[in-house]
């Protein structure tokens, strides 16, 4: 919500500064965002009088000023045609910055003559899109006086962050009244803010033909005729304080409505009658019926959307956008102005269905004030009569807003109890009338329209604390019980933070990833489960089935940025069609080992360094790793024969590990990239028992272990890790260790070699013990088509 001081004031009697109603916003619960003088920017340009024009030497469409800037008569080349002696425009000497060009103006020779600065457009100052000629000031502008002040454009603008409770605030009536609550003021009526007469706009003939068929979605639709109306340019102040905040001034009716919106909070919208075949009428709409919006965009309706439509056609869609068809332009002459209330929920439910958004919807889906249909329909009728000429008719009213409102039992000593702030009741009392609640002897309250947040004791305490100043609130330490804290940290957490340390240890960097994805980046991983039908952006629709897009995204940027070694890991949550699961998930791309002059080339990340890393962080989990098995490829994300899952049994999966696949790798823009990557499932990692240990305590042997080398040949398909587990299962008692330590292929045949450890008990082993076990290894391997090498 942005609004500027000379704006606030003319609603806020006031003597407070910048800073202290900057503060004051703040302290109330208001927070504001920035502060920006757009005065500024234009501090350098002044008030200037052509002396004399003539034609340039050589060029017929310039020519050559004369210009007087309050420090004497300086030479100016001009293209502008409307530039003629004895005119006042805006001047720009050399060394100003011009915001709409982009050029900081110097003295300069064109097309042989000097020019000392220039003679500015509406669209140089960034005032405007004008851009036909130069600036022309009335007759009394005072020559040499700096234009920001002249023009009324040294007006701080203030940026509110409006949270979705307060629909009072979205408009600057109620920034106001919140502000004189606070002390800063007193709250102008609102005849006085408009120069209002005293009698009511004269009213001639009936109101225009309007109702409501939708109770539910517009509860009340009031709408009042102007006519003869001259739909010009809309009055200076008024466009001054659109433009101040980015708003584009249009015309004098549409500024109109929009004025009133953001003075006032009350959306509004004015139809040209000419346009309409019959009267205007709130209904449903029905399915597949379209309506041109004023963005330029067709919008396809169904049955839940509150519409305006006439006999022939939809106009409106209730409450976010008008239709192009019943725009006034600049031939209207007779218009319909509406005022309607409609329910916050269907404005929300329409909005979020056509992915629709507008300041109207903004304020409509948040709750505007149902008993200020016939005021903001007064105002906004006056305005008209006012500037664009003009009678009124009557005004028809269809429907009844809902205005009621509840009655709260309070108890003023909640506000120690609940704002823990001890406050007078006779002051509590003060605040809430100041703020427009009813309160009664018994201290029964009555919210006032505008606040449709308010619905219990706690809001009444919200109120009163933030008022008296929640800086007040003293700062109270939580009583802590004697002992020892126990501890509340739950297994899962605990694991979590195990491996977080563990990852960071072995030298990767913690990266925090959003938890949404897009579509396409889900589609990589063989898409979500769950899509957003509201998303923030498009980027963000999906939630992540993987955490390994995330991580990709940001390799990406980090290789993109001249990264040499990349190196990340995230601790979070996979959304699956059943569950969240939490996970670990790390990526490394670019370098293992930069070229040095030992190594020479640089060496490259690789399949088993992505399963080292997932066996070093599930052994620090907790996880049997000793009884992995190395099963299968891991899926189509992955690099086919250079991927693997780590598994307890043929079902329960602990990790996935290996080289990305090309085609993931390219839908993330990480073509000609060696990234390897791994997925610990935290989940599927065997609970830590009860009671007890997983492990018995380490004992060192007391005899010292005895190695022997196996050499087989073996099937080509056959893998190390099925040849390595039968090894070492071949005696469980004995072998104690099992490790694959040569491999070689040659004209067809493959050979791997194993080394196992023997480990004695309470005495050495004997020769024919070694050869016994040696047997039951060899015959171990032979199950698998191996046989031992000659």
């Not at 449903?284 to 019926?289: L, Q």
């Not at 008022?467 to 007040?472: L, T």
């Not at 640089?602 to 088993?608: H, Y």
């Not at 050495?764 to 040696?774: D, G, H, Q, V």
Request: hydrophobic share 45%; proline share 6%; aromatic share 6%.
């Amino acid at each position: 919500m942005k609004f500027t001081l000379g704006w606030l004031k003319e609603h806020l009697d006031t003597q407070a500064s910048l800073d202290e109603i900057v503060l004051a916003l703040t302290r109330i619960g208001l927070e504001v965002e920035g502060v920006e003088n757009p005065g500024e920017k234009l501090a350098a340009f002044t008030v200037a009088k052509v002396l004399t024009a003539e034609r340039h030497p050589q060029a017929d469409k310039l020519q050559v000023l004369s210009v007087d800037a309050g420090q004497g008569p300086m030479q100016v080349v001009c293209g502008a045609p409307n530039a003629r002696a004895g005119m006042l425009g805006v001047f720009g000497a050399p060394g100003a910055y011009v915001p709409g060009s982009g050029i900081t103006l110097k003295v300069a020779e064109i097309r042989g003559v000097q020019s000392n600065g220039m003679m500015c457009s509406v669209r140089e100052l960034e005032l405007g899109d004008e851009h036909d000629g130069i600036i022309e000031l009335p007759e009394d502008a005072p020559v040499g006086t700096s234009y920001p002040a002249y023009a009324g454009l040294d007006d701080p603008v203030i940026d509110v962050a409006v949270t979705p409770n307060r629909q009072d605030c979205m408009g600057v009536r109620g920034i106001a009244r919140d502000l004189a609550a606070a002390g800063l003021g007193t709250l102008r009526p609102l005849a006085e803010v408009y120069r209002m007469p005293a009698d009511p706009v004269p009213q001639v003939g009936s109101g225009p033909n309007v109702a409501t068929h939708d109770p539910e979605g517009c509860p009340a639709f009031f709408g009042q005729e102007v006519r003869g109306v001259a739909n010009g340019t809309a009055p200076p102040w008024m466009k001054r304080s659109l433009t101040a905040i980015g708003q584009k001034p249009i015309s004098a009716l549409v500024d109109i409505t929009n004025f009133v919106m953001l003075d006032l909070g009350r959306p509004l919208h004015v139809y040209d009658k000419a346009k309409l075949k019959g009267g205007l009428v709130a209904r449903k709409a029905k399915a597949g019926e379209q309506v041109l919006a004023l963005n330029g965009k067709t919008y396809t309706l169904d049955e839940g959307m509150t519409v305006i439509a006439d006999d022939a056609q939809v106009h409106d869609i209730g409450g976010i956008m008008g239709g192009e068809d019943s725009g006034v332009s600049e031939a209207t002459t007779d218009v319909v102005i509406e005022c309607a209330y409609f329910d916050p929920g269907h404005i929300a439910r329409t909005g979020q269905a056509l992915n629709l958004t507008s300041d109207a919807r903004q304020r409509f889906e948040r709750g505007v004030d149902p008993a200020f249909l016939d005021e903001g329909l007064a105002i906004a009728t006056w305005l008209v009569v006012e500037h664009c000429g003009g009678t009124a008719s009557g005004v028809t009213r269809s429907g009844e807003p809902p205005v009621a409102m509840p009655k709260i039992a309070y108890d003023p000593a909640r506000a120690a109890a609940l704002g823990g702030l001890d406050v007078p009741a006779d002051r509590q009392r003060a605040i809430l009338e100041s703020l427009g609640f009813s309160v009664s002897a018994d201290w029964t309250v009555t919210p006032p329209s505008w606040r449709r947040d308010i619905d219990g004791p706690a809001d009444l305490v919200e109120e009163v604390i933030r008022i008296e100043g929640i800086d007040k609130v003293p700062s109270t330490p939580l009583p802590r019980a004697e002992g020892v804290a126990v501890p509340t940290a739950t297994p899962a957490q605990k694991l979590e933070r195990k491996v977080r340390r563990a990852a960071a240890a072995r030298g990767l960097s913690e990266a925090v990833t959003w938890s949404f994805i897009s579509e396409a980046e889900a589609a990589a991983f063989g898409g979500g489960a769950w899509t957003l039908a509201n998303p923030i952006s498009e980027d963000m629709k999906v939630m992540r089935p993987s955490l390994l897009p995330g991580l990709l995204s940001a390799a990406r940027r980090n290789i993109a940025r001249g990264s040499q070694s990349v190196r990340l890991f995230e601790v979070g949550r996979r959304y699956l069609a059943d569950d969240e699961r939490a996970t670990l998930s790390f990526v490394l791309a670019g370098d293992k080992v930069p070229r040095g002059w030992a190594g020479g080339k640089a060496k490259a990340f690789d399949a088993f360094d992505a399963k080292a890393e997932a066996l070093a962080l599930l052994a620090e989990a907790g996880a049997p790793v000793e009884n992995l098995q190395v099963m299968g490829e891991a899926g189509a994300t992955w690099h086919p024969g250079q991927s693997g899952t780590l598994r307890l049994g043929p079902k329960t999966v602990l990790a996935t590990f290996g080289a990305v696949h090309p085609a993931t790798l390219k839908a993330f823009d990480l073509d000609g990239e060696t990234v390897v990557a791994g997925e610990l499932y935290l989940d599927a990692i065997p609970a830590k028992r009860a009671s007890g240990f997983m492990r018995a305590h380490y004992t060192p042997p007391a005899l010292q272990a005895v190695r022997r080398d196996f050499a087989f040949l073996v099937p080509a398909d056959l893998t190390a890790d099925a040849l390595v587990r039968a090894a070492k299962g071949a005696d469980k008692a004995a072998i104690v260790e099992a490790r694959l330590f040569d491999l070689f292929e040659r004209d067809g045949e493959k050979s791997m070699a194993v080394e196992i450890v023997l480990q004695p008990g309470d005495k050495s082993f004997t020769e024919a013990e070694l050869k016994a076990i040696a047997d039951k290894v060899v015959a171990a391997a032979s199950k698998l088509d191996a046989t031992l090498r000659g």
